[in-house]
Structure formats: structure tokens, C-alpha cells
């Protein structure tokens, strides 16, 4: 079975800097994309930033230049760090791990506030 376990999850202020991790039960090489996405109330869930195994990364737009995904395989842990947090980025940020197109594995979520 594969486990995705999150945390780094907190209250910050705006401007400041938090980082996520996302441990895994297996290689990170295993999955085609390891990715974060968030979710506030009320609104759809949404794409964060995507790495490829070859360490090609993707972001949303509304992140692009503050955060930043890595991997690190040999502690099969995928990072989110997040700088210049702003209040709407506040959210629950799942980790995701896609193995295209067979299986999609989802982690609990970890709450990410960021106050004003």
C-alpha cells in the first residue's frame, strides 16, 4: 500500500515563509508526478506545483516565484516551501502521488493559515 504522510502545517503571518513536507512509503522515483494542491472553503481544489520524476516542476499561477517543490529521494519526502505567504493562500494543502493512469494516492491534508 502506499502512504503519503503531510506536515509542516501552521498559523503564520503574511509575509512569512512555511514548509511543507510529504512523506511517502516508497521510492518518489515509483510515481510519474508527485504534487501538492489546496483546497479552501468553499472553493474547487487546486494545482500548487507538480515535480516529474526527472525534476521538471510546474506551478499555479497564483504561485509562481514564491514557491518552490523538491524532492528528496533518498528520504522519500517531496517539500512545498512557501515564501511570501499571503492570507489567501490560506488553505488545506494535500500532498498527491500519480502513477498514470492506474493509481492516484492522497494524503490526509495539513492546514496551512496565513493571517493578515
Known amino acids: 500500500q502506499v502512504q503519503l504522510v503531510e506536515s509542516g502545517g501552521g498559523l503564520v503571518q503574511a509575509g512569512g515563509s512555511l514548509r511543507l513536507s510529504c512523506a511517502t512509503s516508497?521510492?518518489?522515483?515509483?510515481?510519474?508526478?508527485m504534487g501538492w494542491y489546496r483546497q479552501a472553503p468553499g472553493k474547487q481544489r487546486e494545482l500548487v506545483a507538480i515535480i516529474t520524476r526527472n525534476g521538471d516542476t510546474n506551478y499555479g499561477d497564483s504561485v509562481k516565484g514564491r514557491f518552490t517543490i523538491s524532492g528528496d529521494n533518498a528520504k522519500s519526502t517531496v517539500y512545498l516551501l512557501m515564501n511570501s505567504l499571503k492570507p489567501e493562500d490560506t488553505a488545506v494543502y494535500y500532498c498527491?502521488?500519480?502513477?498514470?493512469?492506474?493509481?492516484?494516492?492522497w494524503g490526509q491534508g495539513t492546514q496551512v493559515t496565513v493571517s493578515s
Open positions: 498527491n502521488a500519480r502513477l498514470v493512469p492506474l493509481y492516484d494516492f
Open positions: 516508497r521510492s518518489i522515483f515509483s510515481f510519474n508526478t
